[in-house]
Structures are given as C-alpha cells and as structure tokens.
C-alpha cells in the first residue's frame, strides 16, 4: 500500500512540475513570437522556419502534456517518456532560435 501512494506521489509531483515546464516554455515561445520585428534581415527566413518547427512542437508538447495529465497507471511511464523528450526537443528549438533574437 506504501508503494501505490509513493507512486502516486511521484506521479503528482512530475504532473506539478510538468505543467510549470510547459508554461514556462510556453511563455519562452510567445516572448520569442513577439521578438519578431526585431529579427535582422538576413535571419528572418531561418527565424520563420525555425518557429514553424517549434509551433509543431508546441501543438506536440500540449498533446503530449494532456495523455500525461490522463494517463492510467499501467501508461504513465511511457507517457512520462514521451512528454520528456517532447518538452526536450522543444527548448533544443530554442537553442537553435536564440542568436538571431540577440
């Protein structure tokens, strides 16, 4: 009995901070849209490409945010994978947008 309500601990303590990830990335991502107008020139074909690809990964990442928020027990670890590398593609998009927003 110890064991399902650790397990059921973990798995509220990883949807708390799952959902603060996804708003703080969220929010990364509209501040990154508002930087627009201030692209250079010469990067706004590779800013509107790479926030093509990050505005797929968002669409992902929520989805992969509401399976977590609903999994079943016998899903969760699979779906804990899954948002993770998810929610880790997804600011690697931003590693790659940030140079032309400085």
Do not use: C, H, P, R
Not at 32 to 43: H, M, P, Q, R, S
């Amino acid at each position: 009995m110890e064991t399902q309500i650790s397990k059921k601990t973990d798995k509220e303590n990883f949807k708390k901070k799952a959902k603060k990830s996804i708003d703080e990335i969220f929010a990364k991502f509209d501040k990154l849209e508002a930087k627009k107008d201030n692209i250079k020139e010469k990067g706004k074909a590779e800013y509107k490409e790479i926030m093509a690809d990050l505005k797929s990964k968002k669409a992902d990442l929520q989805q992969k945010y509401d399976k977590l928020e609903n999994a079943t027990e016998d899903k969760w670890e699979e779906v804990k994978q899954t948002f993770s590398k998810a929610a880790d593609s997804f600011e690697e998009g931003f590693s790659k947008i940030g140079s032309l927003t400085k």
